[in-house]
Nanobody, 121 residues
Framework: QVQLVESGGGLVQPGGSLRLSCAASGSIFSINAMGWSRQAPGKQRELVAGITSGGSTNYAGSVKGRFTISRDNAKNTVYLQMNSLKPEDTAVYYC???????????????WGQGTQVTVSS
């Protein structure tokens, strides 16, 4: 019932910018923390950025100062603005969110399908 769908990935040159979006849909009662993770080839999945329902944020050291996470609670959407992109940012980016389903009022973490971000000249 509840789904997270990422969009906005693609090919961008080093130093460029990209904005990812992740929209939650379905029978949602509430959304708590939301975040973005990424997985590069041969690497473990790592947390990139997280944001609480109140707007508090945290970032991986490798992206701090370059990436900005934000959310629009009215749209059940989380964003990741990525600036000054580097080749090492290349990965599949996944959004996740802790969502309470209004059908059963059961909360759990949900993951999106992922969107590819490639940073290359």
């Amino acid at each position: 019932q509840v789904q997270l769908v990422e969009s906005g990935g693609g090919l961008v040159q080093p130093g460029g910018s990209l904005r990812l979006s992740c929209a939650a849909s379905g029978s949602i009662f509430s959304i708590n923390a939301m975040g973005w993770s990424r997985q590069a080839p041969g690497k473990q999945r790592e947390l990139v950025a997280g944001i609480t329902s109140g707007g508090s944020t945290n970032y991986a050291g490798s992206v701090k100062g370059r990436f900005t996470i934000s959310r629009d609670n009215a749209k059940n959407t989380v964003y990741l603005q990525m600036n000054s992109l580097k080749p090492e940012d290349t990965a599949v980016y996944y959004c996740n969110a802790y969502i309470v389903d209004s059908s059963g009022y059961t909360g759990r973490n949900y993951w999106g399908q992922g969107t590819q971000v490639t940073v290359s000249s």
